[in-house]
C-alpha cells in the first residue's frame, strides 16, 4: 500500500492557509483543524512581489541589513535636548518675512485643504501682512507668498504647521550628531490656528504667547541651560503617556524642570505666573517638544546609502507623504491623505472631516506616539477603541520595524524596548501600514478641532518608494 493510501486509514489533522471560511466550515463539522494566518508578500501584488525579490537577494540584501543597523544605531544614540528658545526669523533656516511654513510634503495654494488654507490666512494676518482674511487670501494666491514644507527648514509642525517670521519656536539639538529642530510652542485644544482656526480670539492668544509666555520661557530656559528631553519621555512612557495625543504627564514632569528657573528670571510676577497657568492648563505643551525631539532624532538617517529605514511621515490634509533614509531628504513618496477612524466632538461626524494632518506623525516614525499606545490605555478615551486595541497596536509594529527602543519602553509588555526603525520592505511585504494617532481638524477653515483618532498612512507610498529602492539598487 502506498504511502498517500495509507492516510485515507488515518485521523487527518489539517492545517488551513489563507481563506479563515475554510478553517471555520471544517471547525463546524467538527475536525481537527489548525489555521495559519498566510498572507501572499506584497498581498498578492505580483509587481511589488518581484521587487521585494530582487532586494532580498543577497549581495544587495546584505548592503541593506548593514545600512539599517546603521540606521537604527543612529536612532538609538540621539540625544534630542531643549537648549531655548527663538522666533523663527532668527532660528530656522531659510526663513524669510514672506515665507510660510506648513505641514506635510510640498503642497501649493491650489491644492492646499480647508485648514491649511485658514492657518496660511492666519498666520499672514498675525504677521501683519493682511489686515484681514480676505486680504490674506488674496496675498496667500498672488504667488508673493513662498509656502515650504516645516521638514525642508529643520522644523516639524502639528496639524496645519504653519511657521511664520516672528513665531517664537523651541530651539532642540541632538548632542549626538550636532544638528537642530524647531517648533513653534503649543496654543492648546479647540479652536486654534493649527486647526485651521483665524480669528481675533487665536491672533490675541498668539499675540499673548509672544509678548508673554515667550519672554518668560526664554529667559528661563537661559537660566535652566537645557532640558534633556529623552529622558523626558522615558519617564513619561511610564507614567501613562505616549507623547503624541497624551502629555499630561510629560508636560507636568516639564513644568518641574521649568519652574524654579521660571521663577528666578527677571520678568513680572504676573507675567510668571500667567506663563505657567497657560503651561498647567494645556496638557498639549509637550507635544510641541516631543515632535522636534523626534524631528532631530530621525535627521541624522538620511545620508546611509542602501538604508530602507522610514525616515519622514508627514501629512497636509491633501497628501500623505513619507521619505526614506536611504533615498535622500528631497525626495517624497505621496499618496492622497485618508479620513482619520476617530471620536467626535458633539455635534460632529466623519462628514465634517478634513484629511489626515499634521507632522506629528514624526513621533510614530521615532518609534513613539502610537507605537507606544500599549503604555497609555487611557489614550483610548481620547482616540477610540479598547485598551486591547492599543496593545495589539503596540506589538504590531514590532512585524514591521528593524529593533526595539533602548530606553522608550513599555511597562504593559515587560518593558519591551518600542519597536523602532519602521522598514519599507517589511511594511510591503507583510501589509502592515504603521499605526498613528491624531487629532481631527474640520474641513472648512475657522472652525477647529472635531476630533480624534487612528489613520495610517497609504500604502501606495511604500510601493512608491519599493519601486524607487529597486529602480536604484536592484
Request: charged share 20%; with cysteine.
Amino acid at each position: 500500500m502506498s504511502k498517500v493510501n495509507e492516510l485515507f486509514g488515518k485521523k487527518l489533522a489539517i492545517v488551513n492557509f489563507g481563506i479563515e471560511s475554510f478553517y471555520r466550515d471544517l471547525s463546524r463539522q467538527n475536525q481537527s483543524a489548525v489555521h495559519v494566518d498566510w498572507k501572499p508578500a506584497a498581498g498578492g501584488n505580483k509587481a511589488a512581489a518581484e521587487m521585494l525579490r530582487k532586494l532580498r537577494e543577497p549581495s544587495i540584501a546584505k548592503k541593506i541589513d548593514a545600512a539599517n543597523k546603521e540606521a537604527l544605531k543612529r536612532i538609538l544614540a540621539a540625544k534630542p535636548v531643549l537648549i531655548g528658545l527663538s522666533t523663527a526669523g532668527e532660528a530656522i533656516p531659510g526663513m524669510t518675512k514672506t515665507t510660510v511654513l506648513h505641514a506635510g510634503p510640498p503642497v501649493t495654494w491650489e491644492r492646499m485643504c480647508g485648514p491649511v488654507r485658514g492657518a496660511v490666512m492666519g498666520g499672514l494676518v498675525y504677521e501683519g501682512l493682511a489686515k484681514d482674511i480676505a486680504e490674506a487670501e488674496e496675498l496667500a494666491a498672488s504667488g508673493k507668498i513662498t509656502f515650504d514644507p516645516c521638514h525642508h527648514h529643520n522644523t516639524v509642525g502639528p496639524m496645519a504647521g504653519v511657521v511664520t517670521y516672528s513665531m517664537p519656536v523651541w530651539h532642540i539639538v541632538n548632542k549626538t550628531f550636532g544638528n537642530d529642530a524647531f517648533c513653534t510652542l503649543n496654543e492648546g485644544l479647540g479652536k486654534v490656528l493649527r486647526f485651521g482656526a483665524c480669528d481675533e480670539g487665536v491672533y490675541s492668544r498668539l499675540r499673548w504667547m509672544k509678548n508673554v509666555l515667550y519672554p518668560v520661557l526664554k529667559e528661563a530656559m537661559q537660566i535652566k541651560g537645557e532640558i534633556d528631553l529623552k529622558v523626558m519621555i522615558a519617564q513619561a512612557l511610564q507614567m501613562g503617556d505616549e507623547v503624541h495625543n497624551r502629555n499630561k504627564a510629560a508636560t507636568s514632569l516639564f513644568i518641574r524642570e521649568i519652574f524654579p528657573a521660571v521663577m528666578k528670571c527677571s520678568r513680572s510676577d504676573e507675567d510668571k505666573i500667567a506663563a505657567l497657568e497657560f503651561i498647567n492648563g494645556n496638557d498639549h505643551t509637550f507635544l510641541n517638544l516631543s515632535m522636534p525631539a523626534a524631528k532631530c532624532t530621525m535627521d541624522p538617517v538620511f545620508d546611509i546609502p542602501y538604508s530602507t529605514v522610514l525616515a519622514t511621515m508627514s501629512r497636509n490634509g491633501t497628501d500623505f507623504g513619507i521619505r526614506v533614509a536611504g533615498l535622500g531628504p528631497d525626495k517624497w513618496f505621496t499618496a492622497p491623505a485618508e479620513i482619520v477612524d476617530g471620536l467626535y466632538f458633539p455635534g460632529y461626524s466623519d462628514k465634517d472631516a478634513n484629511p489626515d494632518l499634521g507632522d506629528s506623525c514624526i513621533t510614530e516614525t521615532a518609534g513613539i506616539g502610537g507605537f507606544c499606545m500599549a503604555a497609555s490605555p487611557a489614550i483610548v478615551q481620547f482616540v477610540g477603541g479598547k485598551v486591547q486595541d492599543a496593545i495589539r497596536y503596540s506589538t504590531e509594529m514590532y512585524e514591521i520595524t528593524v529593533g526595539e527602543g533602548n530606553a522608550y519602553k513599555i511597562p504593559a509588555l515587560n518593558f519591551r524596548g518600542s519597536a523602532t526603525a519602521v522598514d519599507i520592505l517589511r511594511v510591503v511585504e507583510t501589509g502592515i501600514r504603521p499605526i498613528i494617532n491624531t487629532g481631527i481638524a474640520h474641513k472648512d477653515y475657522g472652525v477647529g478641532q472635531v476630533g480624534a483618532g487612528i489613520v495610517r498612512p497609504p500604502l501606495n507610498c511604500f510601493l512608491q518608494a519599493l519601486y524607487e529602492c529597486s529602480n536604484r539598487w536592484a
